[in-house]
T-cell receptor
Framework: DTGVSQDPRHKITKRGQNVTFRCDPI?????LYWYRQTLGQGPEFLTY????????KSRLLSDRFSAERPKGSFSTLEIQRTEQGDSAMYLC????????FGPGTRLTVL | GQNIDQPTEMTATEGAIVQINCTYQ??????LFWYQQHAGEAPTFLSY????GLEEKGRFSSFLSRSKGYSYLLLKELQMKDSASYLC???????????FGIGTKLQVIP
């Protein structure tokens, strides 16, 4: 158990719909990361928070993607106007050097 | 940017030893990680090397040569449950994000 939970574990949506995922570190972690992983690839970095501040953001993160961590504890990742190419596993992680991943949210866009 | 190369697939026999290589090209190197990922699951942390040399942790060892941009993960006394993808990842100075390779899919056969 890495101490990171994610909800939902699976999400199926239709193209054009908005979706929101949640990440809950069980204990207090001031660093939180979001990654996206497609089949046959390694995780790709999306964004990084230190407490509530979003300090790093990948160029992969288009304007349709937004992430928040309002109180420095849980975080949400929202995708607006989903596209089929957004289908992937979305992973949340915490840690200082080594990163401990939550179980992920698998998104399927039909 | 960072460039990480590792073999896409390997096969090894139960009880044997296998070495998974990783080469990387990056500026401002600040650490190399190995993760294990079983199909359908999130990556789990195995090792972190920032200085040259060998780090041993049970049946798993990881080696780093910064001057050669090279690392390997050594798995001893292979077990069937070691069948998984092994991800090599690097971190650079000034950034918190971790860049992953595509992973090496290891199949352990009886």
């Amino acid at each position: 158990d890495t101490g990171v939970s994610q909800d939902p574990r699976h999400k199926i949506t239709k193209r054009g719909q908005n979706v929101t995922f949640r990440c809950d570190p069980i204990s207090e972690h001031n660093r939180l990361y979001w990654y996206r992983q497609t089949l046959g690839q390694g995780p790709e970095f999306l964004t990084y928070f230190q407490n509530e501040a979003q300090l790093e953001k990948s160029r992969l993160l288009s304007d349709r993607f937004s992430a928040e961590r309002p109180k420095g504890s849980f975080s949400t990742l929202e995708i607006q106007r989903t596209e089929q190419g957004d289908s992937a596993m979305y992973l949340c992680a915490t840690g200082v050097n080594e990163q401990f991943f939550g179980p992920g949210t698998r998104l399927t866009v039909l | 940017g960072q460039n990480i190369d590792q073999p896409t697939e390997m096969t090894a026999t139960e009880g044997a030893i296998v070495q998974i290589n990783c080469t990387y090209q990056t500026s401002g190197f600040n650490g190399l990680f190995w993760y294990q990922q079983h199909a359908g699951e999130a990556p789990t942390f195995l090792s972190y090397n920032v200085l040259d040399g060998l780090e041993e942790k049970g049946r798993f060892s990881s080696f780093l040569s910064r001057s050669k941009g090279y690392s390997y993960l050594l798995l001893k006394e292979l077990q069937m449950k070691d069948s998984a993808s092994y991800l090599c990842a690097v971190k650079v100075v000034g950034y918190q994000k971790v860049t992953f390779g595509i992973g090496t899919k290891l199949q352990v056969i009886p």
